[in-house]
């Protein structure tokens, strides 16, 4: 399984913006489909985006089509999720995940075999 390391979190206010980075520490991740989930208190984990191991490929969860953005720079073996107009329901903990996959994108948790901790995403005026 790989090490995976989630950034970036933090709290901000409606119509905000974040950047998640999902990191580890070898190329390995390059090869790998990324994958972004989100679990809010008494709710089930939600899968958000995902992108193919070279990024040919991403999808969208509909509740954050044309808001979110996912990408990858596997010079750096990190993926990003760029989060903007963010809204209050948007708040959960964010993790990233690696499909051993690589050339399809899914939003279905069963897909990923490695996990990262998580990072805190908080909306709030």
């Known amino acids: 399984q790989l090490q995976l390391v989630e950034s970036g979190g933090g709290l901000v206010q409606p119509g905000g ?12 991740l390059n090869y790998y489909t990324i994958g972004w989930f989100r679990q809010a208190p008494g709710k089930e984990r939600e899968g958000v985006s995902s992108i193919s191991a070279w990024g ?25 999720l760029q989060m ?6 948007d708040t959960a903990v ?13 939003l279905t948790s069963y897909e990923y075999d490695s996990w990262g901790q998580g990072t805190q995403v908080t909306v709030s005026s």
Do not use: W
């Not at 913006?17 to 390995?28: E, F, K, N």
């Not at 903007?84 to 329901?89: A, D, F, S, T």
């Open 17 to 28: 913006s974040l950047r998640l980075s999902c990191a580890h520490s070898g190329s390995t």
């Open 56 to 80: 040919a490929r991403t999808t969208y969860a509909d509740s954050v089509k044309g808001r979110f953005a996912i990408s990858r720079d596997n010079a750096k073996h990190t993926v990003y």
């Open 84 to 89: 903007n107009i963010l809204k209050p329901e």
């Open 94 to 106: 964010y993790y990233c995940a690696a499909s051993r996959r690589s050339a399809q994108v899914f």
